[in-house]
Nanobody, 123 residues
């Protein structure tokens, strides 16, 4: 199983970015997936998750600004990030979990990880 993120970059506060995670080796329709982020000196945290059935979950700080979605035809996970803030600056990781019914909230529950893509929001 391989997860490859793309779409990170430098953006001004208030701007938008869309992260993509291309998945190979497993069908996205059968698994739960999530976007995590980790800032320097901080723990890795779940930003948004989606179950195999399409239920979603967001951390409070991104509710109303970020949207997680999945295109099963392209086997790709997305994270649309709007109204970005400097505190959103972090390395963002895509993760997948074999048992897809529930949305796992901790990193140790996920089976596969991408290499990460850096998001930097300037003030």
């Amino acid at each position: 199983v391989q997860l490859v993120e793309s779409g990170g970059g430098l953006v001004q506060a208030g701007g938008s970015l869309r992260l993509s995670c291309a998945v190979s080796g497993v069908f996205t329709r059968f698994i739960a997936m999530g976007w995590f982020r980790q800032a320097p000196g901080k723990e890795r945290e779940l930003v948004a998750g989606i179950s195999s059935g399409g239920r979603t979950r967001y951390t409070d700080s991104v509710k109303g600004r970020f949207t997680i979605s999945r295109d099963n035809g392209k086997n790709t996970l997305y994270l649309q990030m709007n109204s970005l803030k400097p505190e959103d600056t972090a390395m963002y990781y895509c993760a997948a979990k074999n048992i897809g019914i529930t949305i796992a909230t901790t990193s140790r529950e996920y089976d596969y990880w991408g290499q990460g893509t850096q998001v930097t929001v300037s003030s």
